[in-house]
């Protein structure tokens, strides 16, 4: 079953303005992971938070982790059109111990010129 | 350094048939995977490696079967297709898989398979 699961599904916005994505899990993590999925290309790994830290920065990117919530938001601040694509998290299944890295269903963002 | 090379990008194949889709990765990681993706689903881990010789299911294994001879290949073989095994395929690598202290995954351009 998944572990992740994103919010909204889709997601359409005017170039400059912020896109926010969520994800929920489902049991304890080790670490949440967002990556990146441009139409027709494989995944690109964009930032990764502990799950003893609450917000991380990557240039416009601004992830946090409430692990009461069991919750992730991705927020891309002055969005371009180059930001289209499909935002996935993935997590480790603290619980299970496997060495499995289980993603989301992926909010799909278009970013209107 | 090339990445993860999956191969073919296209395949098109009838009910019944068999193929193997080639992943390879010059990166020396232990750790590779092959996902599916259908829409809607998102990705769905078919099955994992930790390292030569060392093979594991993941979600939906069933219909499909992996073996790693070596660090650098980790082929998929689909023995009888069936038309619910359409999908994107990718293959992915990481270091170590060790997922709790950091590791990222490393995703090939995917293998698009249509099975009639």
């Known amino acids: 079953s998944q572990q992740g699961e994103e919010d909204p599904q889709a997601l359409s916005i005017q170039e400059g303005e912020n896109a926010t994505m969520n994800c929920s899990y489902k049991?304890?993590?080790?670490?949440l992971q967002w990556y990146r999925q441009n139409s027709g290309r494989g995944l690109v790994h964009l930032i990764l938070?502990?799950?003893?830290?609450r917000e991380k920065h990557s240039g416009r990117l601004r992830v946090t982790l409430d692990t009461s919530k069991k919750s992730s938001s991705l927020l891309i601040t002055a969005s371009r059109a180059a930001d289209t694509a499909s935002y996935f998290c993935?997590?480790?299944?603290f619980g299970q111990g496997a060495q499995k890295l289980v993603f989301g269903q992926g909010t799909r963002l278009t970013i209107n010129p | 350094n090339a990445g993860v090379t999956q191969t073919p990008k296209f395949q098109v194949l009838k009910t019944g048939q068999s193929m193997t889709l080639q992943c390879a990765q010059d990166?020396?990681?232990?750790?590779m995977s092959w996902y599916r993706q259908d829409p809607g689903m998102g990705l769905r881990l078919i099955h994992y490696?930790?390292?030569?010789?060392i093979t594991d299911q993941g979600e939906v294994p069933n219909g499909y079967n992996v073996s790693r001879s070596t660090t650098e290949d980790f082929p998929l073989r689909l023995l009888s297709a069936a038309p619910s095994q359409t999908s994107v395929y990718f293959c992915?690598?990481?270091?170590?898989?060790?997922w709790g202290l950091g590791d990222i995954q490393y995703f090939g351009a995917g293998t698009r398979l249509s099975v009639l």
């Open positions: 992915a690598s990481s270091r170590t898989g060790q």
């Open positions: 049991t304890s993590i080790n670490n």
């Open positions: 938070i502990r799950s003893n830290e």
């Open positions: 993935a997590t480790d299944d």
């Open positions: 990166m020396n990681h232990e750790y």
């Open positions: 490696s930790v390292g030569a010789g």
